[in-house]
């Protein structure tokens, strides 16, 4: 298995708190990513880095904030968390770019109340 | 946005059954696919992926790429319930670091 853990697995939290998750790899992958995953909705990419200080947005970014100052560590900030943002977040890493699988965390259950 | 399109199901076979699961894309430019499965409360697991056209084979697993009609399919051979799960389907994006672009799965059902 990929070495890829993410913590916390499990949080509750209240509407207007910031939160933060973390994501941590020993793979020493370049890529790493940040899905949500909703029933009706799959897994959605929120954002994405190609590399220490690199990242970028996906198509629900909207917020949400992240940051790598480190390869083997991409955190996850809501700024303000919403009920909205209930969901479970999952953490992907891939090693290069194109014909690369991408291997996923456990996953975070992050409850918004 | 470049749409992945699975069938929700659930898709139900019997056990020993060839179970079929099917995923259209579309975006031409796509170029590589990829087969995920996820248990209920877990992870995605990447079962295949494949790049070229035809039938790719790994075990009891078969993935199938037709890139003229864009159109992606796993065939599982001898099903069993362990196999029961949502399969994933996804192509690469190449706008957004290659990430991977998911349909929203197809839930399969192996009876005993």
């Known amino acids: 298995d990929a070495g890829i853990t993410q913590s916390p697995r499990h949080k509750v939290t209240e509407t207007g708190t910031p939160v933060t998750l973390r994501c941590h790899q020993t793979?020493?992958?370049?890529?790493m990513y940040w899905y949500r995953q909703d029933p009706g909705h799959g897994l959605r990419l929120i954002h994405y880095?190609?590399?220490?200080?690199?990242?970028d947005k996906g198509e629900v970014s909207d917020g949400y904030s992240v940051s790598r100052s480190k390869t083997e560590d991409f955190l996850l900030t809501l700024e303000s968390a919403t009920s909205s943002q209930t969901s479970v977040y999952f953490c992907?890493?891939?090693?290069?770019?194109?014909?690369?699988?991408?291997?996923f965390g456990q996953g975070t259950r992050l409850t918004v109340v | 946005q470049k749409e992945v399109e699975q069938n929700s199901g659930p898709l139900s076979v019997p056990e020993g059954a060839i179970a079929s699961l099917n995923c259209t894309y579309s975006?031409?430019?796509?170029?590589?696919f990829f087969w995920y499965r996820q248990y209920s409360g877990k992870s995605p697991e990447l079962i295949m992926s494949?790049?070229?056209?035809g039938d790719k084979e790994d075990g009891r697993f078969t993935a199938q790429l037709n890139k003229a009609s864009q159109y992606v399919s796993l065939l599982i051979r001898d099903s069993q319930p362990s196999d029961s799960a949502t399969y994933l389907c996804?192509?690469?994006?190449?706008?957004?670091?290659?990430?991977?672009?998911f349909g929203k799965g197809t839930s399969l059902l192996v009876t005993p």
């Open positions: 992907a890493i891939s090693e290069s770019s194109f014909r690369t699988e991408a291997f």
């Open positions: 793979e020493n992958h370049r890529y």
């Open positions: 880095s190609y590399g220490v200080k690199d990242t």
């Open positions: 975006d031409r430019g796509s170029q590589s």
């Open positions: 494949i790049y070229s056209n």
């Open positions: 996804a192509d690469q994006r190449g706008n957004s670091g290659y990430a991977l672009n």
